[in-house]
């Protein structure tokens, strides 16, 4: 781990308030809560910015983009049910919190960023801070052939429906979250996969996504 990844007493108590604020929010999923407990949220802030990693709020990365709000990485990703081993894509790898998220749950996990910075950016710092991804740059509107089936996916950017080749790529009993809706606000939808061609779908609360741009997309 590199020298700037420091874990100290004051950042490690904050985690712990922002775990107590997600369980009265409502997410109740341990396994989610424990992740969320142990992934240094700080280390995607400049360190000038550290008192504002652990509030429940969404905060700018650059590029136009943000490291979402905690409790909306808590919502998406206990409606995943991730089970170790899990092949999971990741649309929209923006700061790469959500990814170091889902490795604490013991996911395989392919995260696809289309701005060239960011990935760049997040493709370094990452296993810098000891996680592990296979990162990809393009266009994850299209999801990503190469790599599937996954069993889950989950995307973090809000896109105007839900796109055909999403759906395919997933194995049977796989789902896909993903938040649909106009540019200001989405709902969150899950889409199980239920058999080659026959899906469940859930239309759950709203949520304010950055838009998914690219070519199933914005
Ligand atoms: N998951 C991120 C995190 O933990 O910080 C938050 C992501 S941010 C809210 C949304 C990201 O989706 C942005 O980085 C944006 O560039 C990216 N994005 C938008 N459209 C995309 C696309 N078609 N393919 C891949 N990434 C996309």
């Known amino acids: 781990m590199a020298y700037k990844y420091i874990d100290n007493y004051r950042e490690q108590g ?5 775990v107590e604020e997600l369980k009265k929010k409502g997410i109740d999923d341990e396994n989610v809560l424990k992740a969320i407990g142990k992934v240094p949220r700080h280390f995607f802030f ?9 509030r429940d709020i969404a905060f700018p990365i650059g590029e136009g983009q943000t490291i979402s709000q905690p409790y909306t990485v808590a919502y998406q990703t206990q409606l995943l049910h991730i089970q170790k081993e ?4 990741e649309i929209g790898t923006g700061s790469g919190y959500q990814c170091c998220i889902l490795v604490e749950l013991g996911a395989k996990v ?3 960023e289309r701005q060239e910075k960011l990935f760049y950016h997040t493709k370094q710092v990452l296993p810098d801070m000891g996680y592990k991804a296979r990162f990809l740059l393009g266009d994850g509107s299209k999801g ?3 790599h599937a089936p ?5 995307v973090t950017a809000g896109a105007p429906t839900v ?3 999403l759906l395919k790529q997933l194995n049977i009993g796989g789902i896909l979250v993903i938040p649909v809706g106009g540019q200001e606000t989405q709902k969150m939808v899950t889409v199980l996969k239920v058999g080659e061609h026959d899906y469940e779908k859930t239309i759950l609360d709203t949520f304010r996504f950055v838009p998914l741009v690219g070519d199933k997309a914005w």
Do not use: C, G, M, S
């Not at 904050?14 to 922002?18: D, E, G, H, Q, S």
């Open 14 to 18: 904050a985690r712990k308030k922002l």
């Open 163 to 165: 796109p055909d080749e």
């Open 150 to 154: 996954y069993d889950k996916i989950i």
């Open 144 to 146: 990503n052939i190469r």
């Open 46 to 54: 400049d360190e000038t910015f550290w008192n504002q990693a652990y």
């Open 110 to 112: 392919f995260t696809i």
């Open 86 to 89: 899990d092949k999971v894509l």
